[in-house]
């Protein structure tokens, strides 16, 4: 059977957007009861913890693994946006199964960033036939540690034979190839792991086997099992990259796999403020519906501004790949940590919007949203968890805060960045650093782009209010990056205050990232739909979200305000409109045009005014 080709509408704005979009749509619509997206079968699936093998092949049949292979290996990658989005929607469905299929990317990554020609193009063939990878890096007596891994390789006459087990897996036992980290050196240390990809059909008998699955809180359904290996030998040309580079080779891997993990929390976003939505349409409280109520009708537009803000860096990011690909350390990081976590913090909330039907796992929204709770919690776990992300930036400290003070961005790279509408060169992995020597441009550029503001706030093209927020982030960048310079670091024991402190610093750089993505798009996306159009005209979002962010790193004090002025944080309530014309359109909540399939929660009163006026 020839697989669908994805090839994005063209000519298009937002490419990515039209190609997520209509691969969604080729999903089928996720309320039909026969399609293997449809959520009370995947809560069915989710309760007796079974793989959801339908959804995986309905993903495999439309072609989605060709979208883990980069174009010159063979594949259909040419943007790492691209697969940001299709991950987006998949997410939005169901988060196992997102998780379950864009494994075979981890697996595959690092093949792509350290691997030869050849034994690229060779796994690209056997990813794009629907092989399925995964990526053993953690241990059950090491975790995380990756420099404490016991699972050894040692040198054969005709490669390698390995010896130990990895644990917590990803598709350990569904996949054919296993991507492992494994010490080549007796000593260990930095230059004492390699990378070996382990076809398991190649395998002597006997010499492997799987380990049973771990019983999770979340994602229930997916293959988190082990390998263990008894012997097995690998040839020579399963070495990925030189013998010791392993440790190098997963660091660099890891600045796109995070970056890709921000997909994963957007679709789960977009899923949980749609069904509190949808809720909050329909449900009646004090005699007036939910969303009326003025505590419910903010809550909701807090979720919707943060979802936002983080669609905002997760576009810069993902561009950033391409056009910033030397400040990815730094980028990656702080995107693995925001977006998950402010996600859960917006689930969380939406939880609480729903009251008890939240805990509900069959009677309400088909137990969907009590499942999307549950499966996110892991997205900010693997692939580096919050404090291996937080101390990533810590180690940066003195070279970011260098560069702010210099204001030293790559102007080209973060234009690129941040236009949506121009197209990103091809992804050079070489050009991928452990750190990044000259910072950080994204949150470099918030004094230019302050400066910019004001000039448009002079000609009344922002509001006063808009300009305020952004000098009062702009004190609060300024004074972090002092803090920061100020710090001292230490091999081991590093202080509480400089985790709040790398905390505070990715709020800031989401605060240039939101200004950076205005300032580049504000008259092409003002004259798109009137959902979006509305969203950027005089600044809207990035009033909102900048709201949102300054109220993050001063938790209680009403951002920009002084005495007698206006509560800043009442724009929250100019989202509502936006974002019902986006519930009822059945568009994505996001920044820009976004037209998925049905939408996953579908309004039950299409008749009714969305928005009651007073």
């Known amino acids: 059977m020839t697989k669908p080709q994805l090839v994005p509408d063209r000519p298009a704005h937002y490419a990515p957007y039209e190609l997520a979009g209509r691969f969604d749509r080729d999903l089928g619509d996720p309320h039909r009861r026969d399609l293997p997206f449809f959520a009370g079968r995947l809560r069915e699936l989710d309760a007796v913890e079974g793989f959801p093998e339908d959804a995986v092949r309905r993903l495999d049949e439309q072609g989605l693994p060709a979208y883990y292979v980069p174009a010159v290996h063979?594949?259909?990658?040419?943007?790492?946006?691209?697969?940001l989005q299709l991950v987006r929607v998949v997410a939005r469905r169901d988060l196992t199964v997102a998780i379950a299929h864009t494994k075979t990317y981890l697996g595959s990554v690092s093949t792509w960033v350290g691997g030869t020609a050849g034994q690229a193009r060779a796994l690209g063939q056997r990813v794009s036939d629907g092989a399925v990878v995964s990526w053993g890096l953690t241990e059950r007596d090491h975790g995380s540690d990756l420099l404490s891994g016991g699972l050894?390789?040692?040198p054969t006459a005709d490669g390698y034979r390995l010896d130990g087990e990895k644990w917590?897996?990803?598709?350990?036992?569904?996949?054919?190839?296993?991507?492992?980290?494994?010490?080549?050196?007796?000593?260990?240390?930095?230059?004492?792991?390699?990378?070996?990809?382990?076809?398991?059909?190649?395998?002597?008998?006997?010499?492997?086997?799987?380990?049973?699955?771990?019983?999770?809180?979340?994602?229930?359904?997916?293959d988190i099992s082990g390998i263990a290996f008894h012997g097995a030998?690998?040839?020579?040309?399963?070495?990925?990259?030189?013998?010791?580079?392993?440790?190098?080779?997963?660091?660099?891997?890891?600045?796109?796999?995070?970056?890709?993990?921000?997909?994963?929390?957007?679709?789960?976003?977009?899923?949980?403020l749609r069904i509190a939505a949808e809720f909050?349409?329909?449900?009646?409280?004090?005699?007036?519906?939910?969303?009326d109520l003025p505590q419910a009708h903010r809550s909701l537009t807090e979720a919707y501004a943060d979802l936002l803000a983080m669609e905002a860096v997760t576009l810069v990011a993902g561009r950033g790949v391409h056009a910033l690909t030397e400040e990815m350390?730094?980028?990656?990081?702080?995107?693995?940590?925001?977006?998950?976590?402010?996600?859960?913090?917006?689930?969380?909330?939406?939880?609480?919007?729903?009251?008890a039907r939240s805990?509900?796992?069959?009677?309400?929204?088909?137990?969907?949203?009590?499942?999307?709770?549950?499966?996110?919690?892991?997205?900010?776990?693997?692939?580096?968890?919050?404090?291996?992300?937080?101390?990533?930036?810590?180690?940066?400290?003195?070279?970011?805060?260098?560069?702010?003070?210099?204001?030293?961005?790559?102007?080209e790279g973060l234009a690129t960045a941040a236009t949506l509408t121009t197209t990103v060169p091809d992804f050079d992995p070489a050009r991928l650093d452990l750190t990044s020597r000259t910072g950080n441009s994204i949150a470099a550029s918030l004094p230019a782009g302050v400066a910019e503001l004001r000039k448009l706030a002079a000609g009344g093209e922002v509001t006063p209010a808009l300009l305020a927020l952004a000098e009062d982030l702009l004190r609060t960048t300024d004074e972090t990056h002092r803090q920061m310079?100020?710090?001292?670091?230490?091999?081991?024991?590093?202080?509480?205050?400089?985790?709040?402190?790398?905390?505070?610093?990715?709020?800031?750089?989401?605060?240039?990232a939101c200004v950076q993505v205005w300032l580049r798009n504000r008259d092409t996306v003002a004259r798109d739909t009137a959902a979006t159009g509305a969203l950027w005209r005089d600044g809207l979002w990035l009033e909102a979200c900048l709201s949102r962010l300054a109220s993050r790193l001063a938790p209680g004090v009403l951002p920009g305000a002084g005495d007698g002025e206006a509560d800043p944080t009442a724009v929250l309530d100019r989202l509502m409109a936006p974002l019902l014309d986006q519930y009822r359109t059945g568009e994505m909540f996001s920044l820009l045009p976004f037209r998925p399939a049905a939408p996953a929660a579908a309004p039950a009163h299409p008749a009714q005014p969305l928005l009651e006026t007073s």
């Not at 909050?280 to 969303?291: D, S, T, V």
């Not at 990656?332 to 729903?354: H, R």
């Not at 310079?485 to 610093?505: I, K, M």
């Open 485 to 512: 310079a100020a710090h001292r670091p230490t091999p081991r024991d590093v202080p509480a205050g400089a985790f709040s402190l790398a905390h505070r610093y990715t709020l800031c750089a989401a605060a240039a």
């Open 233 to 272: 030998e690998v040839p020579a040309g399963a070495l990925i990259g030189a013998e010791g580079q392993g440790i190098e080779i997963v660091l660099r891997s890891l600045q796109i796999t995070r970056t890709i993990c921000a997909a994963l929390s957007l679709g789960a976003a977009d899923r949980a």
């Open 168 to 222: 917590l897996i990803n598709n350990a036992t569904r996949s054919q190839l296993v991507c492992v980290l494994a010490r080549t050196a007796d000593g260990g240390g930095t230059r004492g792991y390699s990378l070996l990809l382990a076809d398991k059909a190649e395998l002597a008998p006997g010499t492997y086997s799987t380990l049973p699955a771990a019983r999770t809180h979340g994602i229930r359904g997916a």
């Open 152 to 154: 050894s390789a040692t």
């Open 280 to 291: 909050g349409l329909e449900h009646q409280l004090y005699g007036k519906r939910l969303i």
């Open 74 to 83: 063979g594949g259909r990658l040419r943007s790492y946006e691209d697969l």
């Open 329 to 355: 350390s730094v980028t990656s990081s702080a995107v693995k940590y925001l977006v998950p976590s402010t996600v859960d913090e917006l689930i969380s909330s939406m939880g609480q919007f729903l009251g």
């Open 359 to 411: 805990f509900l796992s069959e009677e309400f929204a088909h137990g969907a949203f009590a499942k999307l709770e549950r499966d996110h919690r892991i997205v900010g776990i693997f692939d580096g968890n919050t404090l291996v992300n937080l101390n990533a930036l810590i180690n940066q400290f003195g070279a970011l805060a260098r560069g702010y003070r210099a204001e030293r961005t790559d102007t």
